[in-house]
Nanobody
């Protein structure tokens, strides 16, 4: 059974950091392009970061570039999202998904995790 499971969310103050994890089962994460998406209340789900399977190239949305870093540990079948200098507008439910060619578009996603909540507030 193919499954993605996110963890690492929580409450953090503005300017703080969190690291999210996306662990896969049923397949190897290095066989897929893996993206991180987020959805804030009342807003559409958006793609924010992605890592290619073939060469580990990374892609970021403008809203997070320079603050977030995506990486993978193939031995652990896990993809990470390091989030620094968090802002209140980063508050959202964060999901990982397979994202063919790292388009950061919902139309190219396939398997999804259940999400993990990130709240940035003082």
């Amino acid at each position: 059974q193919v499954q993605l499971v996110e963890s690492g969310g929580g409450l953090v103050q503005p300017g703080g950091s969190l690291r999210l994890s996306c662990a896969s089962s049923g397949f190897a994460t290095d066989d897929y392009d893996i993206g991180w998406f987020r959805q804030a209340p009342g807003k559409e789900r958006e793609g924010i970061a992605c890592i290619l399977s073939n060469d580990n190239s990374t892609y970021y949305a403008k809203s997070v570039k320079g603050r977030f870093t995506i990486s993978r540990d193939n031995a652990k079948n896990t993809v990470y999202l390091q989030m620094n200098n968090l802002k209140p507008e980063d508050t959202a439910n964060y999901y990982c998904a397979t994202d063919t060619s790292c388009s950061l578009s919902l139309s190219t996603t396939d398997y999804w995790g259940q999400g993990t909540q990130v709240t940035v507030s003082s």
